[in-house]
Every structure is written in C-alpha cells, then in structure tokens.
C-alpha cells in the first residue's frame, strides 16, 4: 500500500474506533486561520447552497488559549455560514447558533513523533499542511502560486524531518501529493523557481503573461540564451 501523507500527519481528530468527535460550536466563536492565504471567491453560491441543504461537512477547528476556536479546514464554509448569518431576520442572535466541528486537541499525539516536546512543536507544522491538503484542489491557483505552495509544503516537511519524522521515498512525491499535483510538475516548477533568471521573464511568469510550459523550456536554458529570448519577447 503506498505512503499516505495525509492520513500519516495525523487524521488526530478521531477517535480510536475511527468516528468523528462532532461538536457542536457558536459561530462568533470560530475565528479563521491567519495562515489561510487562499481566495474566498463564490461564497455567495456556497451560501445559497448551504442554505438550502446545510452544512454537509463539518468544519475542523482546535481551541485557543482564550476559549475561542481557530479553523484548520473550512474557511469558506465558515464565511459562507456567517454570510447566511449576517443575512437572517434575528441576527445578530443567528452569530450564536451552533455549528457541527471537529475539534482536535491541543495535545493530540502525532504518529510518527514520541518526544512530546517534539510532538509539540510539529503539531503547527501538521496543521499547515492540512490546511494546504485541504484547499490544494479546491482553489483555482496560477502557476506561480502553485510554486510558491509547492515550496512552503517542502519547507514544512523538511522542518518535520528535523524533528525525526520518517518519510518513506522520494520527499518530491510527498510534496507532490500534499499539493495534489503531479511530481512530473513539482520538477517542472522547481526548475522555472531556481532557474528562471531575468527578472522581466519571472514578473511575466508570476503575472500570468508567460504559462508554465514556456517558462519551463525558457528555464532550462543558459542564462545567456534566456537574456536573448527576453530581448525578443
């Protein structure tokens, strides 16, 4: 059976006989997650969705140190569920109403990890790359973005290895499948980050001018051959 990243960083949040810890929590106690970088377009449409059938999948949250809740997965259902809120006849009353979550505790054990004081200090770095799992295939993102993912899921992993996580294999195929993207393309976006030289080119690569495909072949180039394709762009 191959490696499972995502289930390997700790499905934490249930319990031994594997079902989900349901709570149910205020709204106006859930506050988002400042890592969360993603786009939060179509929240009208999810909304309305919700609205009519509810809320299917619950949110993913882990309490603060203030007995407040900070989300780890489910950013735009959590805006969509204010918005219908924001909306409602008896708000700001609708801002208590109970929400389904997961809530994972603070002190959960990460497999992979025996020292607690290790265990403590990946917990963050686990619950990064869940928030990333969670919105990599969710989110329409340039090539550029997708780079700079693919380069943050490689940071944390390495930062995980240095507190003695064993990863199994090539790390590129980890990060390949944190970001659900192929490795074929996390070597292709690997060249264009470290390779791509002038200036004007990457701009146009981040800008969306200049696709992938093309940065690509361009990257692979001397950086004398790239400086006379820039001059004839």
Not at 102 to 110: F, G, H, R, T, Y
Not at 111 to 129: M, N, S, T, V
């Amino acid at each position: 059976m191959a490696f499972d990243i995502a289930k390997a960083l700790g499905d934490i949040s249930r319990k031994p006989d594997g079902q989900k810890q349901i709570q149910y929590i205020p709204l106006h106690l859930i506050d988002t997650n400042p890592k969360n970088n993603y786009s939060t377009n179509g929240i009208e449409s999810l909304a309305a969705n919700i609205q009519m059938f509810g809320l299917l999948d619950p949110l993913i949250v882990k309490e603060t140190p203030d007995r407040r809740y900070m989300l780890i997965s489910g950013h735009r259902r959590r805006l969509a569920l204010r918005m219908n809120a924001e909306a409602a006849e008896n708000y700001p009353d609708s801002m208590h109403e109970p929400v389904p979550c997961i809530v994972e505790p603070e002190d959960a054990p990460l497999p992979g990890i025996e020292d607690p004081e290790k265990a403590a200090a990946a917990r963050p770095l686990a619950e990064e790359l869940k928030l990333i799992y969670a919105n990599a295939d969710t989110r329409v993102m340039s090539s550029a973005d997708t780079a700079q993912q693919v380069r943050r899921i490689r940071e944390l992993f390495t930062e995980l290895q240095d507190l003695g996580y064993k990863f199994p294999g090539k790390m590129r195929d980890h990060v390949a499948a944190a970001a659900k993207v192929s490795a074929t393309r996390v070597a292709r976006l690997d060249v264009i980050e470290k390779n791509l030289f002038p200036e004007e080119l990457r701009k146009s690569w981040k800008d969306g001018i200049l696709q992938e495909t093309s940065a690509y072949e361009i990257a692979r180039r001397s950086p004398e051959v790239q400086m006379l394709v820039l001059h004839r762009v």
